[in-house]
């Protein structure tokens, strides 16, 4: 089956610092990638749209000068949390869309961010 | 705008019972349907995907479209305490457009 991996699985960081997470389909290509947010017992929120080779468009609300997403790569994105404040402490989620087949979305496990 | 409505639960229901997870679209152009699964603390599992009128069935669980009813519905039979999670409906158009739009998804309780 379609397999999708984030890497950090949970990172803890200091206020002010920034973090790299890494969304990687591991046996399918993957031309738009998506990034999604959840906070505790709230439902995913969308953040962004990422297509390779494309610049990724955010939803609304979403700073995209605060999340940088690059998708160098059909099997590759990444979500950049700058200067992270505590207010960004949540669970961040990446899915990625087949190419070929039925458009299905599949889910990396998640990375749980706390900055301190 | 798109929406996708799930009763919030929770539902409960005893094990090796059917559990019974409803909703409802708003975008009469949407194709496909999906249901995912997700545990506390853990990332959305696809269940089940749909994308024709009628049942889809595997293993345990049957899909259920009706487009003309803009309804969709997950069965789950023989129910296990495992089951227990909150299950997210979701679905897009297809057309060009590959965000999905979810439900706030519906808790379900399997009580041994």
């Given at each position: 089956g379609a397999v999708v991996s984030q890497?950090?699985?949970?990172?803890?960081?200091?206020?002010?610092?920034?973090?790299?997470?890494?969304?990687?389909s591991l046996d399918f290509q993957a031309t738009?990638?998506?990034?999604?947010?959840?906070?505790?017992?709230?439902?995913?929120?969308?953040?962004?749209?990422?297509?390779?080779?494309?610049?990724?468009?955010?939803?609304?609300?979403?700073?995209?000068?605060?999340?940088?997403?690059?998708?160098?790569?059909?099997?590759?994105?990444?979500?950049t949390v700058t200067s992270a404040h505590p207010e960004d402490s949540s669970f961040y989620i990446c899915s990625a869309r087949e190419v070929l087949g039925t458009d299905t979305q599949y889910f990396g496990p998640g990375t749980r961010l706390t900055v301190l | 705008q798109k929406e996708v409505e799930q009763?919030?639960?929770?539902?409960?229901v005893p094990e090796g019972a059917i559990a019974s997870l409803n909703c409802t679209y708003s975008d009469r152009g949407?194709?496909?349907f999906f249901w995912y699964r997700q545990y506390s603390g853990k990332s959305p599992e696809l269940i089940m995907s749909i994308y024709s009128n009628g049942d889809k069935e595997d293993?345990?669980?049957?899909?259920q479209l009706n487009k003309a009813s803009q309804y969709v519905s997950l069965l789950i039979r023989d129910s296990q305490p495992s089951d227990s999670a909150t299950y997210l409906c979701a679905g897009y158009s297809g057309a060009g457009s590959y965000q999905l739009t979810f439900g706030k998804g519906t808790k379900l309780s399997v009580i041994p």
């Open positions: 890497h950090p699985s949970w990172v803890i960081c200091k206020s002010g610092t920034s973090v790299k997470i890494e969304c990687r738009t990638m998506f990034w999604y947010r959840q906070f505790p017992k709230q439902s995913l929120m969308l953040m962004a749209t990422s297509n390779e080779g494309s610049k990724a468009t955010y939803e609304q609300g979403v700073e995209k000068d605060k999340f940088l997403i690059n998708h160098a790569s059909l099997t590759l994105s990444t979500l | 009763n919030s639960g929770p539902l409960s949407s194709q496909s293993g345990r669980f049957t899909a």
